[in-house]
């Protein structure tokens, strides 16, 4: 499994950036995708997921401000980031996983996003 994520860049705060991340290989069709961001200095965390039945989670930190979206035809996640801040500087991950006799997880390349203030 591979995924190829696109979309970062730098990037004024109040600005907004899409990102993408398509996956393929052999992916079972019940899964999580979604992203993780990983700032200088500091732990990879969960910024946003949703499930193949279209069930979302968010950070606290970007709730109301980041939309998480999954074509499953295209085994393809976005995510709309809007209203940037200088704290979501951070190198952006995507990640699929499933559970299918054991737990499976694969990660994208990573894509740097930088908010000017």
């Known amino acids: 499994v591979q995924l190829q994520a696109s979309g970062g860049g730098l990037v004024q705060a109040g600005g907004s950036l899409r990102l993408s991340c398509t996956a393929s290989?052999?992916?079972?069709?019940?899964?999580?995708m979604g992203w993780y961001r990983q700032a200088p200095g500091k732990q990879r965390e969960l910024v946003a997921d949703?499930?193949?039945?279209?069930?979302?989670n968010y950070a606290d930190s970007v709730k109301g401000r980041f939309t998480v979206s999954r074509d499953n035809a295209k085994n393809t996640v976005y995510l709309q980031m809007n209203g940037l801040k200088p704290e979501d500087t951070a190198v952006y991950f995507c990640?699929?996983?499933?559970?299918?006799?054991?737990?499976?997880?694969?990660w994208g390349q990573g894509t740097e996003v930088t908010v000017s203030s």
């Open positions: 290989g052999n992916i079972f069709a019940i899964n999580v």
């Open positions: 949703v499930t193949s039945g279209g069930t979302t």
């Open positions: 990640n699929i996983r499933w559970r299918l006799m054991s737990e499976r997880t694969y």
